[in-house]
């Protein structure tokens, strides 16, 4: 789980290089996947250079892996339509809306577009969301274990870099106070661009995963991994994993050499994918 992507950066690239170590069966992306003004059509060359060029080495290396999207308020500037016209055409990528629901077998996983509670003019889009998430209410009772994922965390406020979120407003905030908070086992979104656990609200256990091409915060840079066994439905685990994303600058000039014949070796992002910092397992009631 990782969001705020398409930056075009080394950090990026690292993020993206230690994923495919990870040899995941699912990377679900929330949001933000281009930067600044998201993406106009499948010719926009920014969708290559900015996310295409990281991503679709991942799915042409592992023809097993699928990619969930979301959209975040950075997609939403541009053409979000173009988003499911490349699900159409490139099966890696899945998105048959801009909300949908997922049932693995009990790891029920429910993909919610919180943009249209920030514009006004998409004010329809987010009735018709609401309205569907009502209707889901009866499929969720049977799922074991309940999962909302989102571009927009409900807090996740109080971080250095989080500028000018302090979580959730207006209709926004109503929306996912109705529908999620209390609702769901796990809300993990993205957009601000830490890597946090933002603790729990009625028993909804709330992650942040923004850091996928900048961190703005303080803290650690990587992912959100789940695991989730069939043999024992009702707990899950979820780890963050750690990605060194710092240029690393080392002189490897050779002592007799002249000043002016020194070679700088910039290895920019030598990456280390470290244990998690921490493994959090608990049972859902």
Same mark, same amino acid.
């Not at 929330?30 to 969708?47: M, Q």
């Not at 796990?186 to 946090?196: A, P, T, W």
């Not at 240029?247 to 002592?255: A, C, H, K, L």
């Given at each position: 789980?990782?969001?705020?992507?398409?930056?075009?950066?080394?950090?990026?690239?690292?993020?993206?290089?230690?994923?495919?170590?990870?040899?995941?069966?699912?990377?679900?992306? &929330?949001?933000?996947?281009? /930067?600044?003004?998201?993406? +106009?059509?499948? *010719?926009?060359? %920014?969708?290559?250079?900015?996310?295409? #060029?990281?991503?679709?080495?991942?799915?042409?290396?592992?023809?097993?892996?699928?990619?969930?999207?979301?959209?975040?308020?950075?997609?939403?500037?541009?053409?979000?339509?173009?988003?499911?016209?490349?699900?159409?055409?490139?099966?890696?990528?899945?998105?048959?809306?801009?909300?949908?629901?997922?049932?693995?077998?009990?790891?029920?996983?429910?993909? &919610?577009?919180?943009?249209? /509670?920030?514009?006004?003019? +998409?004010?329809? *889009?987010?009735? %018709?969301?609401?309205?569907?998430?009502? #209707?889901?209410?009866?499929?969720?009772?049977?799922?074991?274990?309940?999962?909302?994922?989102?571009?927009?965390?409900?807090?996740?406020?109080?971080?250095?870099?989080?500028?000018?979120?302090?979580?959730?407003?207006?209709?926004?905030?109503?929306?996912?106070?109705?529908?999620?908070?209390?609702?769901?086992?796990?809300?993990?979104?993205?957009?601000?661009?830490?890597?946090?656990?933002?603790?729990?609200?009625?028993?909804?256990?709330?992650?942040?995963?923004?850091?996928?091409?900048?961190?703005?915060?303080?803290?650690?840079?990587?992912?959100?991994?789940?695991?989730?066994?069939?043999?024992?439905?009702?707990?899950?685990?979820?780890?963050?994993?750690?990605?060194?994303?710092?240029?690393?600058?080392?002189?490897?000039?050779?002592?007799?050499?002249?000043?002016?014949?020194?070679?700088?070796?910039?290895?920019?992002?030598?990456?280390?994918?470290?244990?998690?910092?921490?493994?959090?397992?608990?049972?859902?009631?």
């Amino acid at each position: 789980m990782l969001g705020d992507l398409g930056q075009d950066t080394e950090h990026q690239k690292a993020i993206a290089e230690s994923l495919e170590r990870e040899e995941c069966h699912r990377i679900f992306m &929330l949001g933000d996947l281009v /930067y600044p003004k998201g993406i +106009k059509s499948l *010719e926009d060359p %920014e969708l290559e250079q900015k996310f295409l #060029k990281f991503y679709q080495p991942l799915l042409d290396r592992n023809p097993a892996l699928i990619i969930p999207l979301m959209l975040g308020n950075h997609d939403h500037q541009g053409k979000p339509s173009a988003w499911l016209d490349l699900a159409k055409k490139n099966p890696g990528f899945f998105m048959p809306s801009y909300y949908y629901f997922i049932d693995y077998g009990g790891l029920c996983m429910v993909a &919610l577009d919180t943009n249209f /509670y920030l514009y006004k003019e +998409k004010v329809q *889009e987010g009735i %018709e969301q609401s309205t569907w998430l009502t #209707k889901l209410e009866p499929r969720l009772k049977d799922c074991d274990v309940k999962v909302a994922m989102s571009h927009h965390p409900f807090k996740g406020g109080d971080y250095p870099g989080s500028k000018d979120w302090k979580g959730a407003e207006g209709s926004m905030k109503v929306f996912l106070d109705t529908y999620v908070i209390g609702k769901f086992d796990m809300h993990i979104s993205g957009h601000v661009h830490v890597l946090e656990n933002d603790g729990e609200d009625e028993g909804t256990k709330m992650l942040i995963s923004g850091t996928g091409g900048e961190n703005r915060g303080d803290g650690a840079s990587g992912y959100i991994v789940l695991r989730w066994d069939p043999s024992n439905p009702k707990r899950i685990g979820f780890s963050m994993r750690k990605v060194e994303t710092e240029t690393t600058i080392v002189d490897d000039s050779v002592p007799q050499m002249q000043e002016e014949e020194h070679e700088w070796d910039e290895r920019i992002n030598k990456i280390r994918v470290e244990e998690p910092w921490y493994i959090r397992l608990f049972s859902i009631h």
